[in-house]
């Protein structure tokens, strides 16, 4: 079974930094896009960024210039690395990922979701 792990968030000051990584286990051929989304309270789920297998990104407007994504395709893992940090940055952040199963299948995972809460 796939299973997208993410680690980090938590809670930081406006103008402070954090970083999310997560990492794809179970038994599958090969990742293709890897990214990371946001919901925040009374909101919908939203991009903030994405990387495909090659190192092509992709940013949402409000983050660009402060959030970088890097992924490490031998580990399956996938970092987000936030700076500058806004209280509209505070959300539930989720990796996604598009994973080739071994049946030859194109399939989406989700991460289980990790807490980011910006004060100001």
């Known amino acids: 079974q796939v299973q997208l792990v993410e680690s980090g968030g938590g809670l930081v000051q406006a103008g402070g930094s954090l970083s999310l990584s997560c990492a794809a286990s179970g038994i599958f051929l090969s990742i293709n896009t890897m990214g990371w989304y946001r919901q925040a309270p009374g909101k919908q789920r939203e991009l903030v960024a994405t990387?495909?297998?090659?190192?092509?990104?992709n940013f949402a407007d409000s983050v660009k210039g402060r959030f970088t994504i890097s992924r490490d395709n031998a580990k399956n893992t996938v970092l987000l690395k936030m700076n500058d940090l806004k209280p509209e940055d505070t959300a539930v952040y989720y990796c996604?990922?598009?994973?080739?199963?071994?049946?030859?299948?194109?399939?989406?995972?989700w991460g289980q979701g990790t807490q980011v809460t910006v004060s100001s």
């Open positions: 990387v495909k297998t090659l190192g092509t990104t």
């Open positions: 996604n990922a598009d994973i080739w199963g071994v049946n030859k299948t194109l399939y989406n995972y």
